[in-house]
């Protein structure tokens, strides 16, 4: 019997040696998990989402699936998500927009009190484009011509129109705005001359080298590390902002410890080669890094600078 | 031409990846092409949820491959069984069948599949010569211009799908009320979306085109089961004599190179579709014949004007829709979506931003060409059995693949409800005799149509003499005028369609 109690010590040791590793690393996925992913297959959350999902299995050691549920602009899957079990395997790589815009703009059965936030990774980089023979090549210029000109410019969303029109108003344009269903949309709008500048949620990244568009300022709070001569609104004087970031979203409910082991996994992504290199050289997007706390307090203060804006 | 580029695309279209995905497509194409009932619009709606973990390049190419394959299989079908597997080889049929009954039904396939080869490779390089310079034209095309071919796409689609003017604007006005739903384009309000957020973006292209297409067929399929169970495939026997030879080639030759022509004229026009062209070509190639009265009774010349012509429209349907973004069917209209699928916007600026991509599609066009061929001569055999296959195991099959590629596109169980009520309408459509293809052109460009109208109204503030500085959108308008009043009178004759352009 000696034997056996010995062998019972042991396994106890181990279990106690097991556990406060536990305590130590914090919370540890069982079984595989599920990152839902807002949009369809192909788009840069997709490709950003799939090589993200490689990089959480080096870090959590489960493998991870990726679900795609499109629709609404991310909308859908948010609407999903509320019935996700708060356990940590069910997860969301997801865009702010459907938290800081869906909601002022249409009635969704969800809101930002209903989910927690655990860590951004990506930043957006909303900019205002023109095309590279405009006659303005500075925000400043635009504004100038337009003070003389009637102009033309192509919305995606409602935010960057209401901006535009209070621009507008303010400086005295006489702004015709056009809707364009998407920067597939704008660039064929902005390079046939048909307007004369545009709002661009990132497709400038692929003619910006040729020449063929500028971004004459940019909607975020701050200067895109991929432009640093372009100045943003705020430092033009104008005091609006438009930004969009890509978290972990976890259902309501989830407990502290596994939030901070996602807000590890984002540190961990965000110096990880692959994930870095799709989302910098592939998909044109900047990294950008925020723990679970800034990550909240900016969605709700993104969320009240739109309300704010959409009032007027 | 950038040779970098095309060099780029020839090494990425020769890979084994590609190799297997475009010499899938076309296999998977040949049979689906085989058995009577699949249509080619079936199995693109079903095969594009198969495409979301390949690459774009491979997922269009496997796409293309597949619309390729349907129209040299529909051939065997056409000529073992006198029942077409496509309705754009109904010609094939006047002449296969009766030669396949005359003991010569290796000989008939072989040519088929000839005039298939041949129109398919010399429509795809013409298309690779006209869209190339097609597209750097394209641009000059505004909203306005995009608005006014829209429009007149929409009005002579509905003119040449279906017979009555009513029964067509009820399906065209569905269409089109179905295709506003979603958020508004400027304002980013929902209409019609009755608190499911599930279609802010407007109901789902797959639902809709599976369900109207696909799935609907499959009901009409099972009940037809009912009554003909009837399966005379015409046996195929050891026979040396009955091989195509080098003089029937060469007398077939000029059918087959004008059969090219019509297609590709025919398929670079939004709306007509293969059936148009395979009918035109067999009647062209009758009234070019010295022996007219011989066509119907197994004339080589009848197959081969009829299989060239419905593959070369294939590659044709693509000058607009690479040029310009806009579907000449409702084939091209579903690539469309496998496009946005893949984060790709097809129209001019396809060419200019991803050339690659466009010469890789080219270059994978070319290889399923080939493949085709090969398939094709070394597997007549096989794909003759196909025939044999009855109805009762396909149904269940397809069905199960509707089922399926819904899923995948993770609208969940809301998903196959409205997967489910598209069924039922596409059944009562059919059964009743109103355009489906109406229907769902209408569906897949009135989205594209009102951001265009809506463009042009903003950015014209109002003032019609815009116009006058547009050439092209004042053409396409008075062409628009023309087909309506050419429709209404049409309606009031109750003179027949000019043609039947079933679903393709």
Redesign the interface.
């Given at each position: 019997m000696k034997r056996r109690s010995i062998l019972t010590a042991g396994a106890a040791l181990c279990a106690l040696l097991a556990a406060s590793a536990a305590l130590a690393e914090g919370w540890k996925p069982e079984r595989p998990m599920t990152m839902v992913i807002g949009f369809?297959?192909?788009?840069?959350t997709d490709?950003q989402g799939r090589v993200l999902a490689r990089t959480l299995e080096e870090h959590f050691g489960q493998p991870v699936n990726v679900?795609?549920?499109?629709?609404?602009?991310g909308?859908?899957a948010?609407?999903?998500f509320l019935n996700a079990a708060p356990d940590g395997h069910t997860f969301m790589f997801g865009v702010q927009l459907g938290l800081t815009f869906s909601p002022v703009?249409?009635?969704?059965?969800y809101d930002i009190d209903d989910f927690r936030y655990a860590g951004t990774l990506v930043g957006g980089q909303f900019g205002l484009v023109a095309a590279g023979d405009a006659p303005f090549q500075s925000f400043d210029e635009l504004i100038a011509h337009g003070q003389e000109n009637?102009m033309?410019y192509a919305?995606q969303?409602?935010m960057d129109?209401a901006i535009m029109q209070q621009i507008a108003a303010m400086e005295g344009i006489d702004l015709?705005?056009?809707?364009?269903?998407?920067g597939?949309?704008m660039?064929?709008?902005l390079?046939?001359g048909?307007?004369d500048f545009a709002f661009s949620g990132g497709t400038h990244a692929?003619y910006t080298p040729t020449g063929e568009m500028n971004v004459l300022a940019f909607l975020t709070r701050e200067r895109s590390p991929f432009y640093p001569d372009v100045p943003t609104l705020a430092e033009l004087g104008y005091p609006y902002a438009m930004d969009d970031f890509r978290s972990f979203f976890l259902p309501g409910g989830t407990p502290d410890e596994i939030v901070q082991a996602f807000e590890e996994a984002a540190r961990f992504a965000v110096g990880h080669e692959p994930f870095v290199e799709v989302t910098v050289d592939n998909t044109l997007h900047p990294i950008v890094f925020m723990d679970a706390a800034e990550t909240e307090a900016t969605i709700r203060e993104i969320r009240a600078a739109n309300e704010a804006l959409m009032a007027n | 031409m950038d040779f970098s580029a095309v060099s780029a695309a020839a090494s990425e279209a020769l890979t084994l990846a590609s190799f297997i995905g475009i010499g899938g497509g076309v296999l998977l194409g040949y049979i689906v092409g085989v058995i009577p009932g699949l249509s080619r619009s079936v199995a693109i709606a079903i095969a594009i949820p198969m495409t979301f973990y390949m690459s774009p390049f491979i997922a269009i190419s496997f796409l293309i491959g597949l619309s390729k394959g349907t129209a040299a299989g529909s051939a065997v079908s056409a000529i073992l069984l006198n029942a077409p597997g496509e309705a754009s080889s109904a010609a094939t049929a006047l002449d296969g069948y009766p030669m396949a009954k005359q003991g010569k039904p290796k000989t008939a396939l072989q040519i088929g599949l000839i005039a298939s080869v041949m129109g398919d490779i010399l429509a795809t390089i013409i298309l690779i010569f006209v869209a190339i310079p097609f597209a750097r034209v394209a641009l000059l095309f505004g909203p306005y211009e995009m608005a006014a071919i829209l429009a007149f796409a929409l009005v002579f689609i509905a003119g040449l799908s279906g017979g009555s003017i009513f029964k067509g604007l009820a399906a065209g006005g569905l269409g089109i009320f179905l295709g506003t739903i979603g958020l508004d384009n400027q304002t980013g309000l929902p209409r019609l979306t009755f608190g499911y957020t599930e279609l802010m973006d407007g109901m789902p292209l797959i639902a809709v085109a599976i369900g109207t297409l696909a799935l609907s067929e499959m009901f009409v399929q099972s009940e037809k089961l009912r009554y003909d169970r009837e399966n005379m495939s015409v046996a195929m026997k050891k026979d040396s004599s009955d091989r195509i030879t080098w003089p029937i080639f060469r007398r077939i030759l000029p059918t087959i190179l004008r059969g090219t022509g019509v297609g590709t004229f025919v398929g670079a026009l939004p709306g007509l579709g293969p059936s148009v062209g395979s009918f035109m070509s067999y009647g062209m190639a009758q009234k070019a014949a010295k022996n007219p009265e011989a066509f119907g009774k197994g004339e080589p010349k009848g197959i081969a004007a009829s299989e060239s012509a419905d593959n070369a429209v294939i590659p044709a349907a693509l000058i607009p829709l690479f040029g310009l973004g806009i579907p000449g069917n409702v084939s091209a209209a579903l690539l469309i979506g496998a496009f946005a699928i893949h984060g790709i916007t097809v129209g001019p600026l396809l060419l200019r931003d991803n050339p690659e991509l466009l010469y890789s599609i080219f270059a994978g066009m070319i290889l399923a060409s080939v493949i085709m061929l090969a398939l094709g001569w070394f597997g007549l055999m096989f794909f003759a059995q196909i025939t044999r296959v009855p109805p009762h195991v396909v149904i269940p099959i397809v069905i199960f693949f509707c089922l399926a590629g819904m899923m995948l596109q993770g609208y969940g169980t809301f998903g196959l409800i409205i997967l489910m009520a598209f069924a039922a309408l596409g059944y009562l459509m059919k059964k009743y005799d109103y355009s489906f293809v109406t229907f769902l052109v209408a569906f897949i460009i009135t989205p594209m149509l009102e951001l265009n109208l809506r463009q042009s109204i903003i950015l014209s503030r109002g003032n019609w003499e815009v116009l006058l500085g547009r050439p092209i959108a004042m053409i396409f308008i008075a062409c628009t005028v023309v087909a309506l009043v050419a429709l209404i009178i049409r309606t009031f004759r109750k003179e027949q369609p000019l043609a039947n352009a079933p679903a393709d």
């Open positions: 369809a297959a192909g788009g840069s490709i679900v795609n549920q499109p629709g609404g602009g909308a859908v948010l609407t999903r703009v249409t009635e969704t059965e009637p033309t919305q969303l409602p129109q015709a705005i056009v809707p364009t269903g998407g597939g949309g660039a064929p709008l390079l046939g048909e307007v692929q | -």
